[in-house]
């Protein structure tokens, strides 16, 4: 929580800072005209800024939350982008504003004086207004990046808070701040800041849609642990994630560096203007000063003096434009109540409308409050119509629940949501097309009960979503058996092939070890070993150096990479011989230990998406090429397991999505032919770092491609036999 606080912080001491010195300035410069009986109109239009400020916030929070999951991501990243054009358009205009702040709003208020209660108002509303906007509109980018609010609510209040006392510090006279250092120093932080919301809201662009490459990842330091506090504390003071696309480290290097390299230049260049100005009209005067100094009580009546005469003057001039625009007002007076309610109202009253207009055409969340318990589910649907549904679905009963929208019928599933907490509230939307439809609730428990059935009248929705049917424990067993016979089958080839590369080690004939380790290895990948399905044998076989204490020099480190580092790198036959017996051992240990080994039926799925998920993060980036430059050949194999896994669950996508599984297998050829084209004229393999940067890019993109259809198998084959 504390590490999202941070950016919120900083956003709120600054702009709290900002607009806390533009108030100061215009209180004072009444107070000095004697203007004092002004201050009513002057509060006026702060508190219409901070209320049009906080409607904006609701603008921005209950028109996202309306919005489909999809949406969300488009418009938190839409609203991201726009941010960070505010942030450094804020910075670069307070270095340059901040010397000449107080002079021009003691004119614009001097202007406003004279034509009344209103324009002062105005003036006021306006100089606070810019403040709130910008400062509403970064903390709600930064609480969606967070993807928590408590955080940032109480870093921004802790900043305004510190910001106030600072201001009032300030206007009492009893605290000195150097403000131009303090906007220097916080305007390079912002600028850090607003590089990783860049990179954030360019991730939700990619996850909403707009922008692909969202699976072209440029880095996944998967040994970093995401929960951990360090990466916690980075990710969420500057958006920087174990993760990242090519297209957010791109935006992060673009904006970076030449925006630091602005602002700092413009910062030099104004400390040298205001030094060589401070030094001439030094130089200048030292002759006078010498000739005639005069006493410092002197000097303090000549300033009090001058002072006096410059307020006086101001004061006349204010009376002077007061009186001439009350004569020419008169007629046209508007009542003062009038202007204090139109301020406050004006920017409720845009609120609302926004919201009416930016969000569903019906709202559903009061309409369509769902309660479920054991003792009844899916009450309270009162507005079943066809379209887009909203739902505010609350758990009465006492244990955990999954809810499913199902079609009576043929109990095809809608929309879902799985580990509804007692006491909760959570929202379910869906698009749905004329026809029949219940919930039905599982809880933790064992009950299971389903609602009534609700008919919706019309025919099919645009966009409706699509129903499919739940795939139950039962209908996962064959798949399952499918592959652990695959597996099965293909472990004696491993065991045969790792003999054959042990017995090369054990000859010292570096030769033939290095095609039979390759052989042996493709073995391996071909398994589709995702995410250490075989479990403590899957790090003693096929691990990679990442995060061992010694790195590739590490002692613990065995297997297939280990011996790659080795006949790679020139490692002598007594150092590689004791590797080679410890990976025969550990393919027999494998082979003992399979059949007692589980597999759960919903990993099936998971492992149709993983497989070649891994293969983009580790393989196609060469972080696991220890010298081979046969990282094009793992991923070969890597796409061979992968259309294994979908032989096995292609049964039950035929029937519940035959339009993906068709394009799935499009896009399987589709990569074959990359990784085919790569290889070298003798049919060796291409090292990655050798390819073209056009070949890489295409080949890149096609996996991703490829992923993105892979990735709907998970979710439509997971088991649902609740349903």
């Given at each position: 929580m504390w590490n999202d606080a941070f950016p919120s912080f900083l956003i709120g001491l600054r702009e709290g800072l900002e607009a806390g010195l533009i108030v100061s300035i215009l209180v004072a410069t009444l107070a000095r005209a004697g203007q004092r009986s002004r201050l009513g109109a002057l509060w006026a239009g702060v508190g219409a800024a901070a209320a049009l400020s906080l409607s904006f916030a609701a603008v921005l929070t209950f028109t996202a939350a309306d919005l489909p999951t999809g949406g969300q991501d488009a418009f938190a990243g839409v609203l991201s982008l726009v941010a960070v054009g505010f942030v450094t358009a804020m910075v670069f205009w307070m270095r340059r504003s901040a010397r000449g702040l107080s002079g021009d709003l003691k004119?614009?208020?001097?202007?406003?004086?004279?034509?009344?209660?209103?324009?002062?108002?105005?003036?006021?509303?306006?100089?606070?207004?810019?403040?709130?906007?910008?400062?509403?509109?970064?903390?709600?980018?930064?609480?969606?990046?967070?993807?928590?609010?408590?955080?940032?609510?109480?870093?921004?209040?802790?900043?305004?808070?510190?910001?106030?006392?600072?201001?009032?510090?300030?206007?009492?006279?009893?605290?000195?701040?150097?403000?131009?250092?303090?906007?220097?120093?916080?305007?390079?932080?912002?600028?850090?800041?607003?590089a990783g919301v860049l990179a954030y809201g360019l991730g939700d662009l990619q996850e909403g849609g707009l922008i692909p490459g969202r699976t072209a990842l440029a880095f996944n330091l998967a040994s970093i642990d995401s929960g951990s506090w360090y990466a916690t504390l980075v990710a969420g003071t500057f958006n920087i994630t174990p993760a990242m696309s090519w297209l957010q480290v791109t935006g992060y290097l673009l904006y970076l560096p030449p925006v630091m390299f602005l602002f700092v230049r413009g910062i030099r260049a104004t400390s040298t203007a205001t030094s060589t100005a401070t030094s001439t009209?030094?130089?200048?005067?030292?002759?006078?000063?010498?000739?005639?100094?005069?006493?410092?009580?002197?000097?303090?009546?000549?300033?009090?003096?001058?002072?006096?005469?410059?307020?006086?003057?101001?004061?006349?001039?204010?009376?002077?434009?007061?009186?001439?625009?009350?004569?020419?007002?008169?007629?046209?007076?508007?009542?003062?109540?009038?202007?204090?309610?139109?301020?406050?109202?004006?920017?409720?009253?845009?609120?609302?409308?926004?919201?009416?207009?930016?969000?569903?055409?019906?709202?559903?969340?009061?309409?369509?409050?769902?309660?479920?318990?054991?003792?009844?589910?899916?009450?309270?649907?009162?507005?079943?119509?066809?379209?887009?549904?909203?739902?505010?679905?609350?758990?009465?009963?006492?244990?955990?629940?999954?809810?499913?929208?199902?079609?009576?019928?043929?109990?095809?599933?809608?929309?879902?949501?799985?580990?509804l907490a007692p006491g909760t509230t959570r929202p379910l939307a869906a698009t749905l097309s004329g026809g029949s439809y219940a919930f039905r609730c599982a809880f933790a428990d064992g009950t299971a009960l389903s609602s009534k059935t609700y008919t919706l009248g019309g025919g099919r929705t645009a966009r409706a979503s699509s129903g499919f049917a739940p795939v139950t424990d039962q209908d996962l067993q064959q798949p399952v058996a499918d592959y652990r016979d695959y597996v099965q089958q293909t472990l004696p080839v491993l065991l045969a092939d790792s003999r054959r590369l042990d017995a090369d080690l054990a000859a010292g004939d570096p030769a033939a070890a290095k095609p039979d380790w390759l052989t042996a290895h493709l073995d391996y990948e071909g398994l589709g070993a995702a995410y250490g399905t075989f479990g403590e044998y899957d790090a003693k076989i096929d691990a990679r150096a990442t995060g061992l204490r010694g790195g590739p020099h590490d002692a613990s480190w065995t297997g297939f990479h280990r011996i790659e580092y080795g006949l790679w790198h020139g490692q002598s036959a007594a150092v590689l011989r004791p590797l080679g017996d410890r990976l025969v051992a550990d393919v027999q240990a494998l082979i003992k230990a399979f059949p007692s080994q589980s597999t759960d039926p919903n990993d099936l799925a998971l492992r149709a998406h993983e497989i070649l998920e891994n293969t983009l993060q580790f393989q196609l980036t060469g972080t696991a090429d220890y010298g081979s430059g046969t990282a094009l050949a793992t991923a070969n194999a890597n796409l061979h397991g992968t259309q294994v896994v979908l032989s096995t669950l292609a049964g039950l996508m035929r029937t519940r999505d035959p339009q993906a599984l068709a394009s799935i297998d499009t896009w399987i050829q589709t990569v074959a032919a990359d990784l085919n084209a790569a290889r070298d004229p003798d049919g060796s393999w291409t090292a990655v770092n050798r390819l073209g940067s056009a070949r890489r890019q295409r080949l890149d993109a096609d996996v991703g491609q490829l992923l993105e259809q892979l990735s709907v198998v998970p979710g439509l084959l997971e088991e649902r036999s609740s349903a």
């Open positions: 004119a614009r208020v001097t202007e406003a004086l004279g034509r009344g209660a209103a324009v002062l108002a105005i003036t006021s509303f306006v100089a606070v207004a810019r403040e709130g906007l910008e400062t509403a509109l970064f903390l709600w980018t930064t609480a969606e990046s967070a993807g928590e609010s408590q955080g940032p609510v109480i870093g921004a209040s802790l900043g305004v808070a510190l910001a106030v006392a600072a201001c009032w510090g300030l206007y009492r006279r009893v605290l000195r701040i150097n403000l131009t250092r303090f906007f220097s120093a916080t305007g390079v932080v912002l600028i850090v800041i607003a009209a030094t130089s200048t005067a030292a002759g006078a000063a010498a000739a005639e100094r005069p006493a410092p009580a002197t000097r303090a009546r000549r300033r009090a003096a001058a002072r006096a005469a410059d307020e006086q003057a101001l004061a006349a001039r204010i009376a002077a434009k007061r009186a001439k625009e009350q004569e020419r007002s008169a007629a046209r007076r508007v009542p003062r109540w009038a202007v204090g309610t139109s301020i406050f109202a004006v920017p409720a009253v845009a609120a609302v409308t926004a919201i009416a207009v930016l969000g569903p055409a019906k709202s559903g969340t009061a309409a369509n409050a769902v309660a479920l318990s054991e003792s009844g589910c899916g009450t309270g649907w009162s507005d079943p119509r066809a379209g887009a549904q909203s739902f505010e679905l609350t758990n009465n009963g006492h244990s955990t629940a999954e809810v499913f929208l199902i079609d009576p019928g043929s109990n095809a599933v809608f929309a879902e949501i799985e580990n």
